[in-house]
């Protein structure tokens, strides 16, 4: 990890350029530990997430504003759980700990943490005794959520109990003279209505934080850092229409020119007009070179006679390296590849810093490890919603820039238990045409993390039409809404919406005589069927 921190260092000196602060979050294995990362963001100040462990040079090196440490699912009596260095806190700057990293401190500084006989988990109510800096101007009754067994029975001595619930007998504590802050609940997520407040309060008041920083202000710092990256260097880059690929592509455009050649692989396993629309974006609007690489037959005859999930995404990304290998090669085989790899991934991967190999990704369908290629990723440091905000300040369309994720695999393994065909490919191309067109005009599209067809390929159903007996597909309909894609809730699509759906889609596609709606989240479910 020590190295790994190290060869990512210049990298985030880069990102952050423009900055002139950051708080760090230490990560000590909790579920919303992203999300604290993000939340600060949202409040105006740059925030990295690094593992507990990280290196206390690297800490210093940083000078953060502040620190915050996350929640985490241990015990901190457990045995090997994660424990908390006391020279973190002896650093000079504020120190925010949330649930276990509220107990850890409380341990490591001499309070007591006990097993409480019940445990609180979800919604608590929250009563502060004394405001302090952290509650100030805050209710003295609030909902908070909770999510703990261990529970600080006595804050450490120097420190002020500021708050308590019904089974936390100190569910917040400060010590302003060391700077030192703990709450048992998490001010991260939703249900928590004064979370973000609190942290305000932290970032701003306490660290001292200018709260200026912004998603939008990382272009005019990425344009400088590609071009010192690349030089006079070709670039390619495997561009899907995604907003994490064509947000990448347009930053490097912006800082090389040129010099950067985009691919579009045409499958032929996208959505309506959407080649069309890629090609519109960024050849004829932003001027971007732009190779359309007509690959369709290829594709369908890879898929021939092929019916399992794995398989077809297997072929498809075979068959999508071939493709690029072929186009990079008459470019003269450039040196460096873009990928429009986001913060999360870097953090579900084991926060890699800019390794060597190819990692395997769905914009560009997953590249071999022995492409000769350096990576250019603009956006690793960067959430989705951030990337949004980038693509909206480079000029992308709203269209664009909240574009829904789709498969790298496309409609193929849309197409559930059966061989991908033209004619089942036409089928669910409309299918999904017609969702989309009625959930963009109830002004839901945005509401939406993600919304699709699914087309059983093995499953008839009999109906009535014109008077007489029908059988034909059934359509499935897919829609969910999140925030990070980690779990998902089906969409609660209005009754006359759905019905709109369902009508269009019998009428206006022969083959179709049965419409369905999917209402499985995820977990248990995922939000592909495939």
């Known amino acids: 990890m020590t190295d790994a921190l190290a060869t990512g260092a210049a990298e985030r000196e880069q990102v952050t350029e423009a900055k002139t602060q950051e708080v760090l979050v230490l990560d ?131 420190a002020t109990a500021l708050a308590s619930s019904s089974e936390s007998p100190v569910a917040a504590f400060e010590d302003t003279a060391r700077g030192l802050y703990g709450i048992q609940f998490h001010p991260e997520v939703v249900h928590t209505p ?38 006079d260097g070709r670039v390619i880059c495997g561009l899907s229409g995604g907003v994490d690929s064509s947000v990448a592509a347009l930053l490097v455009h912006r800082a090389v020119g040129d010099q950067l050649t985009c691919v579009f692989v045409d499958h032929g396993l996208m959505r309506r007009n959407e080649g069309e629309q890629v090609v519109a974006a960024f050849r004829d609007n932003f001027h971007v070179p732009l190779i359309v690489a007509n690959a369709e037959e290829r594709f369908l005859a890879r898929l021939a006679g092929v019916t399992e999930p794995e398989q077809k995404r297997k072929l498809i990304g075979a068959e999508f390296i071939r493709v690029f290998e072929e186009e990079a090669a008459k470019l003269g085989n450039p040196k460096f ?71 790298g695999p496309g409609l193929a393994i849309r197409i559930v238990g059966g061989e991908v065909t033209r004619e089942r490919l036409a089928i669910l191309r409309d299918a999904d045409y017609v969702l989309q067109d009625e959930i963009r005009s109830a002004g839901l599209y945005r509401d939406l993390w993600q919304s699709f067809c699914v087309l059983p390929a093995d499953l008839r159903s009999v109906g009535v039409q014109g008077d007489e007996r029908s059988y034909g597909y059934v359509v499935v309909i897919r829609a969910v809404t999140s925030d990070d894609a980690m779990t998902a809730d089906w969409a609660r699509l209005p009754y006359d919406l759905l019905e709109r759906v369902a009508s269009r889609m019998i009428n206006e596609i022969p083959q179709v005589n049965r419409v369905t709606l999917d209402i499985t989240s995820k977990p248990p479910g995922t939000i592909e069927w495939e």
């Open 337 to 407: 590849l873009v990928q429009g790899t986001l913060y999360s991934d870097v953090i579900e991967s084991g926060g890699g810093t800019g390794a060597a190999t190819i990692k395997s990704h769905h914009n560009v369908g997953g590249l071999p490890e022995d492409l000769e290629f350096e990576l250019v990723e603009p956006l690793r440091m960067l959430f989705k919603d951030e990337v949004r905000a980038v693509g909206a300040e480079l000029g992308m369309s709203e269209r664009l820039v909240w574009r829904q994720p789709f498969p």
């Open 28 to 158: 000590f294995g909790g579920q919303y530990s992203q999300l604290i990362a993000r939340r600060v963001r949202e409040c105006g100040v740059f925030s990295e997430l690094l593992p507990h462990h990280v290196p206390l040079d690297e800490v210093r090196r940083r000078a953060p504003r502040g620190l915050i440490l996350s929640g985490g699912p241990a015990s901190v009596y457990s045995d090997g759980a994660p424990r908390l260095r006391s020279e973190l806190l002896e650093l000079g700057i504020p120190v925010l700990g949330i649930c276990y990293g509220m107990q850890a401190m409380a341990l490591e500084l001499g309070g007591r943490v006990e097993s409480a006989p019940v445990g609180e988990f979800g919604r608590s109510e929250l009563t502060v005794h004394e405001h302090g800096r952290l509650f100030a101007g805050l209710p003295s009754e609030q909902r908070c959520w909770m999510s703990h067994r261990d529970t600080v029975f006595e804050p450490p001595a120097g």
């Open 194 to 231: 004064y979370g973000t407040d609190v942290l305000r309060r932290f970032l701003d008041d306490i660290c001292g934080c200018d709260m200026s920083w912004s998603a939008a202000s990382v272009a005019e710092e990425q344009i400088a850092r590609i071009r010192e990256q690349v030089g």
